[in-house]
């Protein structure tokens, strides 16, 4: 008779970075990966990191930023909740935020192995506050599970209601197009691959700016994944 399959361990995995990108014109910098942070552990830990007073000439700015990753294991069950945040952020003269927030929190319960090898992770919590383009302040309308209610999201990480399509990646906001400025891109809530639905990327704010300013920048990104160990299914 073969014995039944145990875990081994959790694998903690998740990074976050607060800013990055590169602009592109009237000439060319690199902005790096700004407080990027990650965990392959196998134990749990508390990893942060913080800046204040960032600023590229007059071209991109921002007050402060910080990013975190807290791995707790509670009994059977292993959380990991990333965070990335961004406060006061200016883009030139056209573009600000007071706030740029990505959280993902995963969960899992290792009572669920080998059935199931990896965790539930939910954004909620993740925001932008007070977007302005041009000195307008933007209506974004985010997915209904960056909003939802503690018992909605305590029942989602229990397991019932894995299929709630509201409760996964899927939906992602339309873009907004500025004249002479750029699109901007917000909430991108994805999975790593279609078939890869263990791993979950968030990209609060995305802008891909052109005309007499142009360059490519991320504000407050994410990852979280996780698994059981040996992974043996979904």
Known sequence: MVPPLKMQKYLYKAGATALRGSIRKPYFQDLGEHLAI????GQSGH???RRDAFALFEDVKYESARTEIIAVQQGNVYTTTLTSQVYGLQIGKRLSADEITCRLQSVYDSGAYPGRCFPRIL?????I???KIDGKVQELRFPPAFTQEQPAIAAFLRGE???DTTAVPGFIPDKIQVPDFGTIHYAEWTWAHPQEQHRQHLTMLRLSLGCDFGGEIDGGTGYSDGAGWPPISG
């Open 123 to 127: 954004p909620t919590g993740s925001t």
């Open 161 to 163: 209601r894995d299929k």
């Open 38 to 41: 990650s965990t392959y552990s």
């Open 129 to 131: 506050r007070n977007l």
């Open 47 to 49: 990893i942060e990191a």
